[in-house]
């Protein structure tokens, strides 16, 4: 091809496509993948298998021919499974048409349809910072703006943070948690606070619980993840089967919240995704029914011994929750987190830099969601690096 037509390619690409910018991660990847045996403390995705349970089970819809199209709100076992965990979980009544559920190709999906059922171009979103890479785009994609609440250096997306970004063109509030890439839980208190808060500005919250399962012992509230849910029904809850269930590519996560706004997003589904995969949805069906309090107690433990590392040797906001911790480069070390995560790399450690997830560049994070012996070398450099 030549140097003419690369041009006229590149020309066409829309702004939305434009502006929006990987080149924070394509670095890591770029360099880490120069690495011959790299210690990958980078991986958002469990590293336990899928329970043979739910791979039989998903096979098994294969076998049974549960291949085509489902309904583009979800098969219906998987909705009835998930309108029965979402009334016990969070007490909503799916009985009366106010409530509605849909199935999504992953977490992911859910949230590109949200923000494209709800934002005209201008309309703002309020996220928190730091924040899951997706949100911005997503707000960009939709033609909307993304507001950016700080949250350093606690990572506590609260009420009082929240309140003085809202304007008259702020449509929707996002809230993470557990969250990525800090893991902080926010208390049931917190939650209940933003709820009000969003009800009394008339905007919509959006709670993004896809690590709703990876809440540790020591911030469950009720022996659960302290969810909005439980204190208004004007909220849209998105949960995912990927991280739980260690089948992040399978695609499969859902949405419950105000029929109005869950129609929407239905038919925007229904001329983009079409449907979440059916295999998946049949053989996912089940899947509440599968114990994984051994393996996330494991991660419990796994972050007690990230927090141990770090003690007394640079600042770490505890995670209550999800598998990372956001870990702040020292000063004394003079490096931004992108110089830092770098001088990881050429130790052959893989961290992902805080620029990727936020507009300050101070913190590196690193994923527990590693085989341990990997986990303890990684620790150990890391530490070794910011005590030099
Ligand atoms: N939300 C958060 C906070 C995440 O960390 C992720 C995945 N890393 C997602 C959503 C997307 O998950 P899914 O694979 O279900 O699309």
């Known amino acids: 091809m030549t140097t003419t037509q690369m041009t006229n390619f590149e020309s066409m690409i829309s702004d939305r496509a434009l502006g929006i ?25 469990p590293d336990f298998p899928v329970p043979d349970a739910i791979k039989n089970a998903t096979i098994k819809a294969i076998q049974t021919n549960h291949n085509g199209y489902t309904l583009t709100q979800g098969a219906p076992q998987l909705l009835r499974s998930v309108q029965n965990r979402m009334t016990s979980d969070v007490g909503w009544d799916f009985e ?19 923000f494209l059922a709800l934002l005209n171009p201008g309309d703002e979103a309020i996220i928190g910072d730091p924040y899951f890479v997706i949100y911005p785009a997503h707000a960009q994609i939709a033609g909307g703006t993304a507001v950016y609440c700080d949250t350093y250096p606690d990572f506590r997306m ?17 809230i993470n948690s557990p969250g990525n890439p800090s893991g902080v839980v926010l208390s049931e208190q917190e939650v209940r606070d933003i709820a009000a808060l969003c009800e009394r500005r008339g905007v919509l919250l959006i709670s993004d619980e896809i690590y709703d399962e990876f809440t540790y012992v020591d911030a469950r509230e ?38 109005p706004v869950i129609q929407q997003m239905m038919k925007l589904q229904q001329y983009s995704f079409v449907c979440a995969p059916s295999m998946a949805q049949v053989g996912l069906a089940g899947a509440f029914d599968v114990d994984m309090g051994d393996l996330v107690e494991r991660y419990r433990r796994r972050r007690d011994s990230v927090l141990e590392a770090f003690d007394g040797v640079a600042d770490l906001v505890k995670p209550g929750g999800a598998f990372y911790g956001f870990v702040k480069v020292p000063a004394h070390l003079g490096l931004t987190a992108t110089q830092f995560a770098e001088r990881a790399i050429e130790h052959s ?25 990997k986990l303890v070398q990684g620790l150990t450099i890391l530490r070794q690096l910011m005590t030099a």
């Open 349 to 373: 450690v893989l961290t992902i830099p805080g620029a990727v997830f936020s507009q300050s560049d101070t913190h590196v994070r690193l994923s527990y969601a590693v085989a341990e012996d």
């Open 96 to 114: 009366s048409d106010d409530l509605s559920v849909m199935i999504t190709a992953g977490t992911s999906g859910a949230l590109l349809l949200a």
């Open 158 to 174: 609260t009420a009082e943070r929240i309140e003085p970004l809202i304007t008259e063109r702020t449509k929707l509030v996002l």
């Open 222 to 259: 009720n022996g659960t993840c302290p969810s909005p849910a439980r204190f208004t029904e004007r909220c849209l809850l998105v949960r995912g089967f990927g991280k739980t269930y260690g089948c992040t590519g399978w695609r499969l996560g859902y949405v419950a919240g105000p029929t």
């Open 21 to 45: 910018d990987v080149s924070g991660i394509r670095r890591v990847f770029e360099l880490g993948a120069k690495l011959a045996n790299p210690i990958n403390l980078s991986i958002g995705q």
